[in-house]
C-alpha cells in the first residue's frame, strides 16, 4: 500500500506560480512511476504530467509544457509539481497518483493504483 498527500494547492492570481506536493508513506515509493491529474468542476479527471521512478522520464500534456515541472525526490519520498504562468483554466482540483511500474509514468487513470485525495487550485483572472 501506498498513501499520498497532496498539499500546496490554493488561490492565486492568473500569471502566477504554486508548488504542490505530494508526500508519500507506506510501500517503497521509488518503485513507483507518479503523475498529477486534475479534475475541473463538470469535467472528467484528465492528465497533467508524469515522472518515472528514477525521475529520468518525464511526459506533459500539451496544455501545461513549458508551464509545469515535476521533479520527485525519492529519499524524501515527495513529488512536486511546479506550476508557473498559472492561467485561469488550471483551476481544478489536483491529484497525485502512483504506478507500480518500472516503465514510465502512464497517461491514463486506470494506469495507475494509488491516488491521493486532492487539493484545490484556483486561479483568478
Known amino acids: 500500500q501506498v498513501q499520498l498527500v497532496e498539499s500546496g494547492g490554493g488561490l492565486v492570481e492568473a500569471g502566477g506560480s504554486l508548488r504542490l506536493s505530494c508526500a508519500a508513506s507506506g510501500r517503497i515509493f521509488s518503485s513507483y512511476a507518479a503523475g498529477w491529474f486534475r479534475q475541473a468542476p463538470g469535467k472528467e479527471r484528465e492528465f497533467v504530467v508524469g515522472i518515472s521512478w528514477s525521475g529520468e522520464s518525464t511526459h506533459y500534456a500539451d496544455s501545461v509544457k513549458g508551464r509545469f515541472t515535476i521533479s520527485r525526490d525519492n529519499a524524501k519520498n515527495t513529488v512536486y509539481l511546479q506550476m508557473n504562468t498559472l492561467k485561469p483554466e488550471d483551476t481544478a482540483v489536483y491529484y497525485c497518483?502512483?504506478?507500480?511500474?518500472?516503465?514510465?509514468?502512464?497517461?491514463?487513470?486506470?494506469?495507475?493504483?494509488?491516488w491521493g485525495q486532492g487539493t484545490q487550485v484556483t486561479v483568478s483572472s
Open positions: 497518483a502512483a504506478e507500480f511500474t518500472t516503465g514510465g509514468a502512464g497517461t491514463r487513470l486506470h494506469e495507475y493504483d494509488y
